[in-house]
């Protein structure tokens, strides 16, 4: 994907600063350390856009960037990743009520991304967030990341047993996409299924909309 422009629109701690642009979001969720920034940084062809590490829990805030490709403007949204033990039970439920405080009365949000790890199987923090969002009738889509981490043929059974996890759960017609951010993998197929929730709003989805 071409990516004419991204910015780091606001980083914020309170459900109250969220921005207000009407451009439609696309929301990253993941445990933490699953690659979340990373992935957003090679979505936008960025090396530092998002703050990355090797420390579980670096990003504390809702970091807001503002993307704009050929197909469309909207906002990705980096969330703290949830399921870090080292941190405080208080720090651990502000988060939770910063996450839900997003996730739950977000107007302009299209698509929630969850991400997952190749490697580790769904836990119930992940099929309680997939659950939830289909009763509060969020999309959503998974994201398979680090699958370079997995030679060819160890990957693609991996992936079948991950889909399998998830199988009864899925909505009609999506798939699991497997992405390496190192390796620069899946990204197109990743773009594919951004547009494909928030539809166009580009220039020229702008002119589309405008015509009576
Ligand atoms: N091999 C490999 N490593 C990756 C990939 N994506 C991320 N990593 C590594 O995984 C670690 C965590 O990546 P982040 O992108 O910071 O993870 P995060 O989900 O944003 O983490 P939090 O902000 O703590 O929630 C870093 O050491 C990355 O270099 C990938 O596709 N392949
Ligand atoms: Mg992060």
Redesign the pocket.
Known sequence: MKILQAELLASCGRTDQFPDTGLPEVA?L?????????????LVGRKQL???????????LIHFYQVRTPAAELLLV?????G?AKVSRKERESWGRLIEGYLESRPPLRLAVL?QDLRRDFSEDETLLLEWLSERAVPWQVLV?????LKPMRRAKRLKELAAQVEDRMPEGRRLIA?????R?GLDTAWQAIVGAVGPTGPAGAAERSDP
């Open positions: 990253f993941g445990r933490s350390n699953v690659g979340k920034s990373s992935l957003l940084n090679a998002a703050r990355t590490s090797s420390t579980p829990g670096k990003t504390r980096d969330l703290p990743g949830y870090w991400l990341t680090k699958a370079d981490k992405t390496s951010s190192s390796a993998q």
